[in-house]
């Protein structure tokens, strides 16, 4: 019967089932309270089959959601809004206390110097425009702007919205496509963000909303990118977040002639 015999569920932290992960096998059916590190950090499920209720605090208390075999969207909690929220989860149709978690599997997160291969990509791809510049690799070591770039991204592919976010705390492109894969819609938007070097002045250095994109991608003083991708199925394109850290090119002169060099050599 279910919520009798043992149950095991995997989250992850990323949608698509995808980014660091563990497996709890749990017996009963009360409460099960994530690790501390945990919490709020959970954006897909694969209950296996089996139907759960997560919840936004622990001890099971606050906003719920039920997730069943059939219910769509595990793979991508951001189409509850329950992306990044949860703190602890029960089995579906039962009380009582539940047994401590029989097997924990923790996939560590990874080195800080790599990340995830699409971290990677977006780094290798920004690093590869940057060196014509001179200036330093980005680095994708700071989860939490990938985490940022990732809800956003999830945001605006499920609200069918194209617009910035506002956030002030890092410099962001945005970008979409209907290319093949999430790997080639980085390598895309990363090349046309690139590619408003044509327009760029470098006599009359400042912002402009033609180069912006290239701008941010080239600033000499951001050391950090964290990149998010997402699916909106109604447009049938890849959204594609890039988050800068810490951000630049706003304003105008000398910090731009100190961070956007003119290009010293070829692809």
């Not at 932290?13 to 563990?22: P, Q, R």
């Not at 059916?29 to 605090?57: K, L, V």
């Not at 769509?72 to 401590?100: M, Q, R, T, V």
């Not at 560590?108 to 971290?119: A, E, F, K, N, V």
């Amino acid at each position: 019967m279910l919520g009798v015999s043992a149950e095991k569920v995997v989250f992850y932290e990323h949608a698509n089932f995808e980014g660091s992960y563990f497996t709890v096998t749990i017996n009963g059916n009360g409460c099960y309270n994530f690790p501390s590190n945990w919490n709020d950090r959970i954006s897909s499920i694969n209950t296996q089959g089996h139907c759960i209720i997560a919840s936004e605090n622990g001890d099971c208390t606050g906003k719920s959601e039920r997730i069943a075999p059939g219910t769509p969207s595990h793979s991508h909690l951001s189409a509850f809004d329950f992306n990044d929220l949860i703190s602890s989860f029960k089995l579906c149709g039962g009380g009582g206390e539940a047994s401590p978690p029989s097997t924990v599997f923790p996939n560590p997160p990874p080195p800080p110097t790599s990340g995830s291969d699409l971290w990677r990509l977006a780094v290798s791809e920004h690093s590869k425009y940057r060196r014509r510049h001179a200036v330093p690799d980005l680095r994708a070591d700071n989860a939490e702007i990938h985490r940022t770039a990732q809800r956003y991204a999830d945001y605006l592919a499920n609200s069918d919205k194209f617009e910035h976010s506002g956030n002030k705390n890092y410099g962001e492109n945005l970008a979409y496509t209907s290319i093949k894969s999430k790997e080639e819609a980085v390598v895309d938007a990363v090349r046309r963000w690139y590619n408003e070097i044509q327009k760029y002045n470098y006599n009359r250095p400042g912002f402009s909303m033609a180069t912006g994109h290239f701008t941010a991608l080239v600033w000499k003083s951001t050391t950090h990118v964290g990149i998010g991708v997402a699916w909106n199925a109604r447009k049938n394109w890849w959204v594609v977040v890039a988050n800068y850290s810490p951000p630049g090119n706003s304003g105008s002169g000398p910090n731009y002639r100190e961070n956007v060099l003119p290009p010293s050599n070829k692809l």
